[in-house]
């Protein structure tokens, strides 16, 4: 495919397909020109390098991101699809979090997804610096969350040689290994053995909404005990969890945090 046939939005869109497949490492121009049709240095024409076109992948997923006005659902509500929608994204696209921590991943996706965040707890009563804590608490968060759910993953696919690791040795999954160590603890031992016969995928969701639940508890908290008065709550529902399996808000007062 020639350069004067190919845009920038086929070649970003190119990336993320491949980017979710393969990763970071595995994005290269001449993968991407192959899936294109067309030749390495087309893609360089239309978007630099890699680097940059890491760099538009993201701040493209960032901004497609769902969002919920607050005026019309209330500030909790908002907030709370907001993370979700935002756990969802970093599931369906794991090396999102990984581009931010190697570029600097800003735009018009991001910084809209930011100015939303903002007006969610704004709307909530927050202003000044309490203003830019919370729409960073929510997005430290996220973080920590993606990175816990690529972590599991990693383990899932690994492999290890207990003892001395000797060529020829048994090789166990790391998963069965960690949890021999684990087991070795008693207070480790009894939730491992409370959660044996639960769903793994539950156990994952029932967690993030309760961290999700606890942060908002928390604001709203601060919001009572400085005397701030929330907007509209309308909607706001604390049990009336949402069932999408997502999460999230990326956003800070520190625009590299994003």
Known sequence: MPRETLSRD??????????????????????????????PTA??????????????????VWGEIERLDPGEVGWRAAARALVHEAHGTTLRHPWLITAASTHFVYGHGMAGLQDHSYAIYEAAGFSGPDLDWAVNTAFTFLAGAAIDDAVKAAMARARIRPG????GGPVEDVVTWATGIAAQY?????????????????????????????????????????????????????????????????????????
């Open 186 to 258: 008693p207070r480790l031992r009894a939730r491992l053995e409370a959660q044996v016969d639960e769903d793994p995928a539950e156990v994952a969701r029932r967690k993030f909404e309760f961290g999700v639940e606890a942060i908002l508890d928390g604001l709203e908290a601060r919001l009572a005990a400085t005397g701030t008065t929330a907007g509209e709550r309308g909607g706001d529902d604390r049990n009336g969890l949402d069932d999408r399996d997502c999460a999230g808000s990326p956003d800070g007062g520190d625009l590299r945090s994003a």
């Open 164 to 167: 001395r690791g000797e060529e």
């Open 10 to 39: 086929q070649i970003v869109q190119a990336a993320i397909d491949l980017l979710d497949t393969e990763g970071i490492d595995g994005l290269s121009m001449r993968k991407l020109g192959r899936l294109l049709g067309s030749a």
């Open 43 to 60: 893609m360089y024409w239309h978007v630099g390098n890699k680097e940059n076109l890491v760099v538009l992948a993201a701040d493209r």
